[in-house]
Nanobody, 132 residues
Framework: QVHLVESGGDSVQAGGSLRLSCVPT????????MLWFRQAPGKEREGVAT???????TYADSVKGRFLISRDNSKHNMSLEMKNLKPEDTATYYC??????????????????????????WGQGTLVTVAS
């Protein structure tokens, strides 16, 4: 269900930085795993970063050391700091909430195996474009 709203997408040059934010519109998801996933035209849907209810964060290998996910349960929001952006980071980025048991699968499974049907909430996406 579309109960999250993303913001912060923009067009930047390679090497630039962006900060994406995600807030709920209806429910709160403090006990859920929150995540960012992305999809680019012609490419598989892939998980980017997850942060579980206890603050444990994990990242896709492609963004490790460049992206930082965080959440503030007191304010019911989540963010993704992206640095040293590369053209291959160009995609629509979505925030989502999923049960803890599915958290790791959002990073290990891509394309049709991505646990999209297990998401409890998601947003409509924000576009990130990185020019070379």
């Amino acid at each position: 269900q579309v109960h999250l709203v993303e913001s912060g997408g923009d067009s930047v040059q390679a090497g630039g930085s962006l900060r994406l934010s995600c807030v709920p519109t209806k429910n709160t998801y403090n006990t859920y795993c929150m995540l960012w996933f992305r999809q680019a035209p012609g490419k598989e849907r892939e998980g980017v970063a997850t942060i579980d209810f206890d603050g444990t964060a994990t990242y896709a290998d492609s963004v490790k050391g460049r992206f930082l996910i965080s959440r503030d349960n007191s304010k019911h929001n989540m963010s993704l700091e992206m640095k040293n952006l590369k053209p291959e980071d160009t995609a629509t980025y979505y925030c989502a909430a999923i049960g803890t048991r599915w958290c790791s699968a959002t990073l290990t499974e891509k394309g049709p195996r991505f646990p999209y049907n297990n998401l409890d909430a998601w947003g409509q996406g924000t576009l990130v474009t990185v020019a070379s």
